[in-house]
Antibody, heavy 117, light 109 residues
């Protein structure tokens, strides 16, 4: 049973960089796509981007200039960085395994990130 | 404003059948498979339906999905109190080259 666990700072200052890691246990990162998704009261559920099994990335157009998703195969981890954050980036951030262009399963439990000085 | 449109709320009594709709366009629901997620308070979304009408292992057959044209729906029969949650639809959008989600429907039992 694959399980995902997000981790990272819960508080980030405006204009700084948000960094989160998703640890994958119970299975290999290898053959799958991995997505980051965030959820906030104001913006609802918003897809951030994915990384494919061959390292190809695809980002939400609205975040493209600020986001990077990477994979560390040796540590079975997926990472997210989002630069120049503002209060609008305050959200619960989820990592999820993506099955082609079909669905997300499983999801991590989520990490709340607050952007505030 | 979400790309996929869902009613903000729905309600039913125990044992009833409830349907939640999800309206999109030719570039998302009209072209790609729809998935449905259930989110209980304080938890991550959990998949209920994928590929329009397939249920992941462990999901009761009380939950069923369908798609027609640019719309999809989730039906919940034999409503139970534990079904009280938020429900989201999602699909890939070929024009946006991105995943799009509905705004969510809060189901009250």
């Amino acid at each position: 049973q694959v399980q995902l666990q997000e981790s990272g700072p819960g508080l980030v200052k405006p204009s700084e960089t948000l960094s989160l890691t998703c640890a994958v246990s119970g299975g290999s990162i290898g053959p799958y796509y991995w997505s980051w998704i965030r959820q906030s009261p104001g913006r609802g559920v918003e897809w951030i981007g994915y990384i494919s099994n061959i390292g190809r990335t695809n980002y939400n157009y609205s975040l493209r200039s600020r986001v990077t998703i990477s994979v560390d195969m040796s540590r079975n981890r997926v990472s997210l960085t989002l630069s120049s954050v503002t209060a609008a980036d305050t959200a619960v951030y989820y990592c999820a395994r993506q099955h082609d262009l079909l669905w997300f399963d499983p999801w991590g439990q989520g990490a709340l990130v607050t952007v505030s000085s | 404003q979400s790309v996929l449109t869902q009613p903000a709320s729905a309600s039913g009594t125990p044992g009833q059948r409830v349907t939640i709709s999800c309206s999109g366009s030719t570039s998302n629901i009209g072209s790609n498979a729809v998935a449905w997620y259930q989110q209980l308070p304080g938890t991550a979304p959990k998949p209920l339906v994928f590929k329009n009408n397939q249920r992941p292992s462990g999901v009761p057959d009380r939950f069923s999905g369908s798609r027609s044209g640019t719309s999809a729906s989730l039906a919940i029969s034999g409503l139970q109190s534990e079904d009280e949650a938020d429900y989201y639809c999602a699909a890939w959008d070929d024009s946006l080259n991105a995943w799009v989600f509905g705004g969510g429907t809060k189901l009250t039992v």
